[in-house]
């Protein structure tokens, strides 16, 4: 049996030296050669460059470990190329000098910076555009830019229509966390599409693609550069790329920059949570058992006390609070679940006049819609009012996406009494004083058809405004007819950002 045994070890051996020398043996010119090449590819053909903080932590190689939380999931995605300039070791020195900006700007973060690196990584997309929001709004959803640009990802409000952001009475997407997400990384996927590169495409969503491709054509012509350090553009575009590297510098090596970035989890921190009936703010935060600003903190497009369902089907919650809502939610039977509804005004109203009609005091009505002092409510306007008990139907979806409140200015009108020249009519004079025939007629009492005798006193309600001399007949105590008012504006933003989009 031993014999055996060392026989077929032997055989073992024998196979295996056979097929080292016809398939595996090199020759010492081959072993050489692979020698010299592996040592030339070691050799740079470029010069050396000092290595950048974003390049500290960045690995060679997959890791086969996890990260270890958030930020060494960001570092680990880290795609774009670094920009090296005057202008970054300028921010860095101004952040790292505002330790507790920093720090605050970070905590604030936390809620929403999980869901936006799930979305970048699905899509592909380099990690660093995670940080963009503390450029653009420090990370904070109810920011407001002197342009009226809104939300953490600072949308204006024409290109927050053109990504399908609602903006209505009821709500302003701009500021939602998923939904104002979900656009901005289109449009960086958009801008990258455009111009096939990272800072070009930050460059146009801060200043807009049109002035971008202008100024690169410009430069184009004068046979100069087109990346980002050589066109000529804003002072603000110039710095936003510095600003994001500078921030990215310190998130990669935050002990060089004496910085503290705050503990956050490789874990959601709020789930979604379907709604199917309207139900008031505060109701939803005491069945999550969660702070009404923690909740509003997470869904900060809804600006009313409300939630429609029918148009905000779902709401974050805490990750942990979201099952504790679903079961009291389950087990509530205490009434109706909303306090308010929608109304639209059938006419033109004054503020006094709708509150009257729905039952509230004129503060009140004014405070929930927010509707300025001398204003009136037009025709068509959607308004939050009190929900009766017996109202059953909740708002209809045409309504909770599209309810819009118009405004016009309250014009203030005075009596006044004017004498009626040679040939003066209801319609003259009312053309006269730009007012309708009909109100002429409502005011004299008489037939819209009717003409006025010479001397005779005609009453008008004028804008106080008016003022004295405008002839055509007889002698006018007041007289001058008020000057047309321009329309208000229509012009509203284009897809062009500063600031901004």
């Given at each position: 049996m031993k014999l055996l045994h060392v026989l077929l070890l032997a055989g073992l051996l024998w196979l295996t030296g056979c097929a080292t020398t016809q398939g595996g043996a090199s020759s010492s010119s081959d072993v050489a050669s692979e020698s010299q090449g592996t040592s030339s590819s070691l050799i740079p053909s470029q010069p050396l460059q000092p290595i950048t903080p974003a390049q500290v932590r960045r690995p060679g190689v997959a890791s086969l470990t996890p990260p270890a939380d958030l930020w060494d999931r960001i570092r680990r995605g880290f795609a774009m190329p670094d920009l090296q300039t005057d202008l970054v070791q300028e921010r860095e020195q101004w952040y790292s000098t505002r330790p507790d900006y920093i720090l605050r700007m970070t905590q604030r973060s936390s809620k929403y910076l999980f869901h936006i690196v799930e979305e970048l990584e699905r899509r592909g997309m380099p990690t660093e555009l995670a940080l963009l929001p503390y450029i653009e709004s420090a990370f904070n959803p109810q920011a407001v830019s002197?342009?009226?640009?809104?939300?953490?990802w600072q949308f204006m409000p024409a290109t927050g229509t053109y990504f399908d952001l609602k903006q209505n009475a009821f709500r302003d997407d701009r500021r939602d966390v998923l939904a104002s997400t979900r656009a901005a990384l289109d449009y960086l996927q958009k801008l990258y599409g455009m111009f096939g590169?990272?800072?070009?495409?930050?460059?146009?969503?801060?200043?807009?693609?049109?002035?971008?491709?202008?100024?690169?054509?410009?430069?184009?012509?004068?046979?100069?550069?087109?990346?980002y350090t050589e066109l000529n553009m804003p002072a603000e575009t110039r710095l936003?790329?510095?600003?994001?590297?500078?921030?990215?510098n310190i998130v990669a090596d935050p002990d060089s920059f004496r910085a503290e970035l705050p503990l956050i989890a490789n874990h959601p921190y709020f789930q979604t949570v379907e709604i199917d009936r309207d139900i008031d703010v505060e109701l939803v935060a005491k069945l999550a058992s969660v702070d009404l600003k923690d909740f509003r903190a997470l869904n900060p497009s809804l600006n009313k006390p409300v939630i429609?369902?029918?148009?905000?089907p779902q709401i974050l919650l805490p990750w942990d609070n979201a099952q504790v809502f679903r079961r009291n939610l389950e087990a509530y039977d205490q009434g109706q679940y909303a306090s308010w509804t929608v109304w639209t005004a059938p006419r033109t109203?004054?503020?006094?006049?709708?509150?009257?009609?729905?039952?509230?005091?004129?503060?009140?009505?004014?405070?929930?819609?927010?509707?300025?002092?001398?204003?009136?409510?037009?025709?068509?306007s959607a308004l939050i009012v009190p929900r009766g008990s017996a109202i059953q139907e909740d708002v209809t979806g045409r309504l909770a996406d599209n309810g819009q409140l118009a405004l016009a200015p309250e014009i203030v009108t005075k009596r006044t009494t004017v004498r009626a020249g040679k040939r003066d009519t209801v319609a003259s004079?009312?053309?006269?004083?730009?007012?309708?025939?009909?109100?002429?007629?409502?005011?004299?009492?008489?037939?819209?058809?009717?003409?006025?005798?010479?001397?005779?006193?005609?009453?008008?309600?004028?804008?106080?405004?008016?003022?004295?001399?405008?002839?055509?007949?007889?002698?006018?105590?007041?007289?001058?007819?008020?000057?047309?008012?321009?329309?208000?504006?229509?012009?509203?933003?284009?897809?062009s950002k500063v600031k901004r989009r």
């Open positions: 002197s342009a009226k640009a809104a939300g953490m590169d990272w800072h070009l495409a930050l460059a146009a969503y801060n200043w807009g693609e049109g002035s971008v491709s202008r100024a690169i054509a410009r430069n184009q012509r004068l046979g100069l550069g087109t990346s936003y790329v510095p600003k994001l590297q500078a921030v990215k429609f369902a029918a148009g905000t109203l004054s503020v006094s006049d709708a509150a009257q009609r729905v039952g509230m005091s004129e503060s009140a009505l004014r405070s929930l819609n927010d509707i300025p002092p001398r204003m009136l409510i037009k025709a068509g004079v009312a053309q006269r004083y730009r007012v309708s025939a009909s109100s002429v007629a409502d005011w004299n009492d008489v037939k819209l058809g009717s003409a006025f005798k010479v001397g005779q006193q005609i009453v008008l309600h004028l804008p106080v405004r008016a003022s004295a001399g405008k002839g055509g007949g007889g002698t006018r105590k007041t007289a001058q007819a008020p000057a047309r008012e321009s329309k208000p504006s229509r012009r509203g933003g284009t897809p």
